[in-house]
Nanobody
Framework: VQLQASGGGLVQAGGSLRLACAASGRTVSSYAMGWFRQSPGKEREFVAGISWSGFYTDYTDSVKGRFTISRNKAKNTVYLQMNSLKPGDTAVYYC???????????????????WGQGTLVTVSS
């Protein structure tokens, strides 16, 4: 499985971006997917996750009400809509596939086995 993240860029505080994670090689439709982010000097952290069915989502507290994760199984793609962006959201964003087929959303980095290359999001004040 190859995951290709895109959509990052430079945006002013209060602006919006939509990240996309396109999977190729094999389908990810039977796997939960997650978005993580990492800032310089910090550990990679969970941002949002979506269940394999698409019915369930999970968000870290700092992005609740601002970010929305979704998936399009026909396109084998997962999205992260980010609104009301803050300078604290600046990071490299990674998408990842959960290790366990049809498993529940997990927040731990170690529960994911395939990772995209990351896309940089910079929010200016």
């Amino acid at each position: 499985v190859q995951l290709q993240a895109s959509g990052g860029g430079l945006v002013q505080a209060g602006g919006s971006l939509r990240l996309a994670c396109a999977a190729s090689g094999r389908t990810v439709s039977s796997y939960a997917m997650g978005w993580f982010r990492q800032s310089p000097g910090k550990e990679r952290e969970f941002v949002a996750g979506i269940s394999w069915s698409g019915f369930y989502t999970d968000y870290t507290d700092s992005v609740k009400g601002r970010f929305t994760i979704s998936r399009n199984k026909a396109k084998n793609t997962v999205y992260l809509q980010m609104n009301s962006l803050k300078p604290g959201d600046t990071a490299v964003y990674y998408c990842a596939r959960l290790r366990a087929r049809q498993g529940p959303i997990r927040r731990e980095v170690t529960e994911y086995d395939y990772w995209g290359q990351g896309t940089l999001v910079t929010v200016s004040s």
